[in-house]
């Protein structure tokens, strides 16, 4: 399987919208960071069927168009691999002291695998993890199923195969075919992050749809309001955060865990709703202080079950 110099070459930056973020970020190869803002938050509830604009219904009749093209082509070319940076820089010294941490306690060089950007985005993944799970005093389950729910190109696949250990690690999108401008698609980026991860794969697929019991679901940034869906460039249609939620609490095995990252209280806020109205019960949350990599808000974790 051939190597993609994805960070060498600056043809091979292009600027996407992470999910569920309106702002344009910069990500190599298939790596699609979360950098967080919601400015569309409602705590209205209950929810009520959207009401949208005119230019919000003719930006989702576009980008309709589009993803129902890629996924009716399913433009797949080979696995393809970042381009390892092999040592991280430019980082302050209490960003150097924490990833230094995390390499002992997990046995693992992200640096080794992945370019700058991807590197540090896992670090700051499995700080989260670390942090979260370690302040509300929950064992970490091993050797579980564990499902990530609208994990994009699945970057991270290798911060939660290093988390859980899992038996089984699936990462599910609904868009696996968007193409990237090094020619490749979502699909063969999400089969380069899996490859060498053991019983790890990517499914393509509306979660909505899956029927398949996990013990471990994780969503980072979920969409819970309607303008980052647009900003992904996905059509409104997609937007179902009940249902996603119910699908969810569906999916659980009897002692399975939901885990949630949110952006901000706010964000949160809309998100334990929409959980609450699919039955699931919160058991804790966590607010992470001082993230690895700088954030407007603070990321909100949570754990719910059936």
Known sequence: MERRHALAQANDLHCVFHWKTRRPTRHFLGMETTPPTTS???CSWPPVAPHYSLLQRCRSLYHGLWFRLSE??????Q???ETPIGCLSGLAAWQITRIDELRARYHVRFESHY????????YA??????QAWAGVNRPVPHGIAVTDVGCASFWYARTLHTFFRPFTLT??????????PTGHSRYDAARGYTAELPRASFLVANYCTVESQSDVITAWFPFVTPSPV???RLPLT?????QLLHRIARNLTTQGVFFMVNQGTEEAAIAARYCRGAGLRLVDQWVQPRPLRARPHPPVTSWWTT
């Open 230 to 232: 647009l900003a992904w």
């Open 40 to 42: 569309d938050v409602s």
């Open 171 to 180: 990462g599910v999108d609904v868009e696996g075919f968007r193409l990237y």
């Open 238 to 242: 997609l937007f179902s955060p009940q």
């Open 115 to 122: 370019g700058h950007h991807t590197a540090l985005a896992n």
């Open 125 to 130: 993944y499995l700080d989260l993890l670390d």
């Open 72 to 77: 009716r082509i399913r433009w797949s070319r």
């Open 79 to 81: 696995p393809c691999y």
